[in-house]
């Protein structure tokens, strides 16, 4: 495979599950600070593709690459050092532990045994947790049981848990599920203010919603792409129409 | 001052005095040197039971062989002492001099070449801890890196702790057999027998004990404490913020690994033998007994709980020998359903809670006139849904 100028290629990728193919010869290119939102109905692969890409499931054949470094084969802990985050669907946070602690822990420093013995809360740690949770708007928050918080708090926790880590590819899984008017519309801004100089990918199911955020929207189907291009474009698709709606 | 208070806090410093004046102070001025020594014997367990803290409570992974740890560092002290009790001149009667009693016996004559390290007290300090540490690495190496966990993990452990006694029974020749390694009387010329070896030996086993508490609780409150109890909560997500949660798991494992190992060693020195019935199941699972009474995210209280099991199994196993482990199973089988977090969990979320309300309206009574202060009953207020003190206590 050749080197490209994303920051995300995919390159005929499949995975199967017992003969399954929850991703059929699948190719998406991400530039680098595009905001790309996939659509599709239920089953479609979409997480199954975030998977891919950030290592819980292994692919079957096919290429991934990050900055062109090839990611298929790499250990999950080492895709997430050279700079991809991941947003699970339902929030996954550290219930025990403090708001701050989450983000604490979220710190790029400190990821060795040893270097977690030795590593120091120190002032630049303090001073990102605080601007992290100003950003994700809850630096009022720090010493809250992250377990005590609001549903919609959880999912900006843990978005402010992979700002914590400056990624370039950032992955969000359905991240304004249950969350009510207001708080989306939150999100959005969140969302738009945090795709400067970074990469993001979005699931979401939410049509108004991602005609607010998304620059490109890609429609999955079956484990392949259906359609992609501009929210109007891809809307006015008689083949999206036709999946949408049914035959 | 407030820094100082902080770290007292910090480290659980007051409950740690509170223990060490308990085992340094009122035990040796009201036990006679027989109990004395059996809460020594007792308190080795505790080293396990300390480790259990760090690997099941902080890790969340089960380990139902810490026996194997205990046992091998036990061993350890065991065939150095056992080496300096068989010099040539008190076994010129053997066939071959100057080789363990029971090698003779199983017609071996010289001593084998893994025994040699042994003839050295530092190299076998160093091994008393290395030689757990080794194979708890390579275990949990192997499991970890494969996320082998919870259920599974623990019937690993499980087999190793029994693979471990056959191989010890069965090679009678090279390890004393069932019977173990007896005898042991001295450490460099020194009668480890004698009632002033025991008030010393108690003291070190004490300040040893202290000093692992005082090590974990440093883990504890360091990143990586913090990042294990996350694990046990989002293993993944803490795996897709960029760390290998295999290591930390691995590390805390050889941790508890060589603090067993370590308790074993002192367990063969205050109790003057080792046999592989401190090594099997049994053990192994008692030791997380020990720890789940005591409480299994309190260190103090992995302590406690070593010693009440233990000295409740003396009393009664001297009264009641076939009701005891009836008794003992009942006992985990009642903590785990009437107080999870063991004596600990009860002391932070009943007894604290109800003491300081009760000090609240003592304090309002005695401000308010009498005749209003008898009416009103202040009520107990719920215990928040915290976790017990320890837990996330790394608040910046």
């Known amino acids: 495979?050749?080197?490209?100028?994303?920051?995300?290629?995919?390159?005929?990728?499949?995975?199967?599950?017992?003969?399954?193919?929850?991703?059929?010869?699948?190719?998406?290119?991400?530039?680098?600070?595009?905001?790309?939102?996939?659509?599709?109905?239920?089953?479609?692969?979409?997480?199954?593709?975030?998977?891919?890409?950030?290592?819980?499931?292994?692919?079957?054949?096919?290429?991934?690459?990050?900055?062109?470094?090839?990611?298929?084969?790499?250990?999950?802990?080492?895709?997430?050092?050279?700079?991809?985050?991941?947003?699970?669907?339902?929030?996954?946070?550290?219930?025990?532990?403090?708001?701050?602690?989450?983000?604490?822990?979220?710190?790029?420093?400190?990821?060795?045994?040893?270097?977690?013995?030795?590593?120091?809360?120190?002032?630049?740690?303090?001073?990102?947790?605080?601007?992290?949770?100003?950003?994700?708007?809850?630096?009022?928050?720090?010493?809250?049981?992250?377990?005590?918080?609001?549903?919609?708090?959880?999912?900006?926790?843990?978005?402010?848990?992979?700002?914590?880590?400056?990624?370039?590819?950032?992955?969000?899984?359905?991240?304004?599920?249950?969350?009510?008017?207001?708080?989306?519309?939150?999100?959005?801004?969140?969302?738009?203010?945090?795709?400067?100089?970074?990469?993001?990918?979005?699931?979401?199911?939410?049509?108004?919603?991602?005609?607010?955020?998304?620059?490109?929207?890609?429609?999955?189907?079956?484990?392949?792409?259906?359609?992609?291009?501009?929210?109007?474009?891809?809307?006015?698709?008689?083949?999206?129409?036709?999946?949408y709606l049914g035959h | 001052?407030?820094?100082?208070?902080?770290?007292?806090?910090?480290?659980?410093?007051?409950?740690?005095?509170?223990?060490?004046?308990?085992?340094?102070?009122?035990?040796?001025?009201?036990?006679?040197?027989?109990?004395?020594?059996?809460?020594?014997?007792?308190?080795?367990?505790?080293?396990?039971?300390?480790?259990?803290?760090?690997?099941?409570?902080?890790?969340g992974v089960l380990s139902l062989g810490q026996g194997v740890f205990f046992g091998l560092g036990g061993y350890a002290m065991a065939m150095f002492l056992k080496l300096e009790a068989s010099d040539p001149v008190s076994t010129k009667i053997q066939s071959t001099p100057g080789i363990p009693d029971f090698m003779d016996w199983n017609q071996i004559t010289a001593l084998p070449a893994f025994w040699l390290p042994f003839k050295s007290l530092p190299v076998t300090l160093i091994l008393v801890v290395a030689v757990p540490m080794a194979l708890a690495w390579l275990i949990s190496f192997a499991m970890f890196k494969r996320r082998v966990g919870g259920v599974y993990f623990a019937i690993i452990t499980q087999a190793v702790a029994l693979i471990l006694t056959v191989l010890i029974i069965g090679q009678q020749g090279y390890t004393g057999?069932?019977?173990?390694?007896?005898?042991?009387?001295?450490?460099?010329?020194?009668?480890?027998?004698?009632?002033?070896?025991?008030?010393?030996?108690?003291?070190?086993?004490?300040?040893?004990?202290?000093?692992?508490?005082?090590?974990?609780?440093?883990?504890?409150?360091?990143?990586?404490?913090t990042l294990l109890l996350a694990m046990r909560d989002k293993e993944d997500r803490v795996r897709f913020s960029g760390y290998d949660v295999s290591n930390f798991k691995v590390f805390t494992f050889c941790l508890a690994a060589g603090l067993s190992g370590i308790g074993g060693a002192m367990f063969a020195l205050q109790v003057g033998f080792m046999s592989p019935s401190f090594v099997g199941i049994v053990p192994s699972i008692e030791m997380v007994i020990f720890c789940a009474v005591g409480g299994r995210m309190s260190l103090v209280g992995a302590v406690y709980g070593a010693l009440l099991v233990n000295a409740g199994k003396t009393l009664f196993s001297e009264s009641f020998p076939d009701l005891w482990l009836f008794l003992m199973a009942g006992l985990f089988i009642g903590v785990t359903m009437a107080f999870p977090m063991g004596l600990a969990g009860l002391w932070e979320e009943k007894i604290r809670p109800w003491w300081k309300s009760r000090r609240q309206a003592l304090r309002e009574a005695a401000v308010k006139p009498p005749a209003v202060a008898a009416t009103p009953v202040v009520p107990t207020p719920e215990p928040e849904p915290t976790l017990p003190e320890g837990v996330g206590s790394q608040r910046a």
Not at chain 1, 105 to 124: H, I, M, N, W, Y
Not at chain 1, 126 to 138: C, F, L, P, S
Not at chain 1, 188 to 204: D, P, T
Request: aromatic share 8%; proline share 2%.
């Open chain 1, 1 to 243: 495979m050749s080197n490209t100028d994303f920051a995300l290629a995919v390159e005929d990728l499949s995975v199967s599950f017992d003969g399954f193919k929850a991703i059929d010869d699948l190719t998406l290119y991400i530039d680098r600070n595009e905001l790309r939102v996939i659509i599709g109905p239920n089953g479609a692969g979409k997480t199954t593709l975030l998977d891919l890409i950030c290592g819980k499931t292994r692919a079957s054949s096919g290429s991934i690459k990050f900055k062109n470094t090839e990611l298929t084969k790499m250990a999950e802990h080492k895709r997430v050092r050279l700079g991809i985050g991941r947003k699970f669907q339902t929030p996954s946070i550290y219930e025990n532990l403090s708001v701050f602690q989450n983000l604490e822990v979220s710190f790029p420093k400190g990821r060795s045994v040893f270097g977690a013995l030795a590593f120091q809360c120190d002032d630049e740690v303090k001073a990102r947790v605080q601007a992290v949770a100003t950003e994700i708007g809850m630096d009022d928050r720090l010493d809250t049981e992250a377990g005590l918080l609001s549903h919609g708090q959880k999912q900006w926790l843990e978005i402010g848990m992979l700002l914590m880590q400056e990624p370039e590819l950032l992955m969000l899984d359905e991240p304004i599920a249950g969350m009510s008017a207001r708080e989306r519309e939150l999100t959005a801004e969140l969302l738009k203010r945090i795709c400067q100089n970074r990469a993001v990918i979005v699931i979401e199911h939410d049509m108004a919603f991602v005609k607010q955020i998304a620059h490109k929207v890609t429609v999955m189907h079956q484990g392949k792409i259906l359609a992609e291009g501009p929210m109007e474009k891809v809307q006015a698709d008689p083949k999206v129409i036709d999946v």
């Open chain 2, 1 to 59: 001052m407030n820094f100082l208070k902080a770290s007292i806090q910090r480290y659980q410093l007051g409950s740690l005095l509170l223990l060490v004046l308990l085992l340094a102070v009122v035990l040796p001025l009201s036990l006679d040197i027989f109990r004395l020594n059996l809460v020594g014997k007792y308190l080795t367990y505790a080293f396990v039971a300390v480790g259990l803290v760090m690997v099941w409570g902080y890790g």
């Open chain 2, 177 to 225: 057999g069932v019977n173990g390694m007896t005898d042991l009387k001295t450490m460099l010329g020194w009668d480890t027998r004698t009632d002033s070896a025991k008030y010393i030996l108690y003291y070190v086993c004490v300040a040893l004990l202290v000093a692992a508490i005082v090590l974990c609780r440093w883990v504890q409150t360091s990143k990586l404490g």
